[in-house]
């Protein structure tokens, strides 16, 4: 090969380092660095999810609030400083939970191998076997995440979609992070577990347009059950509710039955009836098996834990998941 050759070769590696990067998530990352890291992980979950079970939905929560904002980085899990607010302090970060189990799961990391584990990596490994254990799918979680130092509220609030968002906000907010309807349809089906705050769909029970009235897209009988037996006041912000009654703790298909019926809890839910793509795909999923929905769901998760992720030798790996390392 001529010196030419050569040259150019060069500039392909370079360019092919750089950038369409080498730096990528890959399958089993801490094989060689940290060979315990994802059966530490995983044995934490398996040993205190059953005895807290109601603890796998938050952090499935948790996991899609941190992609959301600056990539899946870790950034949620920041605590405020004395000059900035972070991401926890938002509105939709209502009643996140599991950062402790977060914090231990990162502090046996630690013991094992200091430095090397990110919690960004930590956030998507929980998540993927904790929904296991509700009879969630597993799903491939590529790892070599690197941790982000920026934390904001504004961000996301910008970012993160309300549950008073419609289908409009919400394709635009998926999209901005590369997710379609398909995505969008797909991963909401994670209320299919969990509980939420009155305070979130109160407004569609007591005054959706401001004249006292209900939200004519909730199934009245529902609405009427909610106001009689949960949500009494419009003014409550303590009661919760289960977001699919009946089967909150297991990971079904039920979510969608619930939004054909009109008794999706969130205007955000209800929103997924009123485009025809988005409506098309729930009746698919209705048909098809339980199977089909696990796998579609598994598919993707895996790609909202690709979201803007910081790798190579970009970001860094905290010490402390709520701090940026000193
Ligand atoms: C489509 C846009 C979404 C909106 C507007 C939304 C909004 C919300 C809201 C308002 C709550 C209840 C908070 C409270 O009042 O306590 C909630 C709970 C929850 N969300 Fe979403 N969410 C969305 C998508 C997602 C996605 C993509 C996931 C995960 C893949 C997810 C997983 C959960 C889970 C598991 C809960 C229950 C949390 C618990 O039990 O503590 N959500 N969501
Ligand atoms: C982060 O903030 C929480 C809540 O205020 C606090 O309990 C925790 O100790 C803080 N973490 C660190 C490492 O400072
Ligand atoms: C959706 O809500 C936004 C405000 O968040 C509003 O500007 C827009 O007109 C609404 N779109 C539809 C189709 O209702
Ligand atoms: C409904 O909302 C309107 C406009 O925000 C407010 O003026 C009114 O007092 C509310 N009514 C009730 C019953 O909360
Ligand atoms: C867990 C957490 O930090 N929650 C905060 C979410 O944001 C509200 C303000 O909107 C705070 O009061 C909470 O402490």
């Not at 529902?222 to 003014?235: F, G, H, I, Q, S």
């Not at 912000?237 to 969130?266: A, N, Q, W």
């Not at 098809?288 to 598919?299: D, Q, R, T, V």
Request: net charge neutral.
């Amino acid at each position: 090969m001529g010196s030419s050759g050569c040259l150019l070769l060069a500039v392909m590696c370079f360019l092919g380092l750089f950038g369409s990067g080498l730096a990528q998530l890959k399958m089993g990352f801490y094989d060689q660095s940290c060979p315990k890291a994802e059966t530490i992980v995983l044995n934490y979950v398996k040993e205190h999810i059953p005895n807290a079970p109601s603890l796998a939905a938050p952090l499935i929560r948790m996991h899609f609030h941190d992609c959301f904002v600056r990539g899946c980085d870790g950034s949620v899990l920041l605590n405020d400083t004395s000059n900035n607010q972070a991401e926890k302090d938002a509105f939709p970060n209502l009643s996140i939970r599991g950062f402790d189990f977060v914090d231990k799961v990162k502090n046996l990391l630690e013991a094992e191998c200091p430095g090397i584990v990110s919690c960004a990596d930590i956030i998507s490994l929980i998540a993927r076997d904790s929904i296991v254990t509700t009879g969630g799918p597993y799903w491939k979680v590529p790892t070599g995440r690197r941790d982000g130092t920026i934390s904001r509220v504004s961000e996301a609030l910008n970012n993160i979609p309300s549950p008073f968002n419609n289908f409009t906000d919400l394709q635009r907010l998926f999209g901005n992070k590369g997710l379609n309807i398909k995505d969008l349809v797909l991963l909401s089906g994670a209320h299919t577990i969990g509980v939420s705050h009155c305070s979130s769909f109160t407004n569609r029970l007591y005054n959706f347009t401001g004249v006292g009235d209900q939200d004519p897209a909730l199934d009245s009988e529902y609405a009427a059950n909610l106001k009689a037996r949960k949500c009494t006041t419009p003014t409550d912000s303590t009661t919760i509710v289960e977001m699919d009654p009946g089967s909150h703790r297991t990971f079904d298909l039920s979510y969608y039955t619930l939004l054909v019926k009109r008794r999706g809890l969130f205007d955000s839910d209800a929103a997924l009836t009123t485009n025809s793509d988005s409506r098309s795909f729930i009746s698919q999923l209705l048909q098809g098996p339980l199977s089909n929905f696990l796998a579609e769901f598994a598919l993707s998760m895996e790609k909202m834990g690709r979201v803007d992720v910081k790798t190579g030798s970009s970001g860094q790996i905290r010490k402390q998941c709520a701090l940026v390392n000193s």
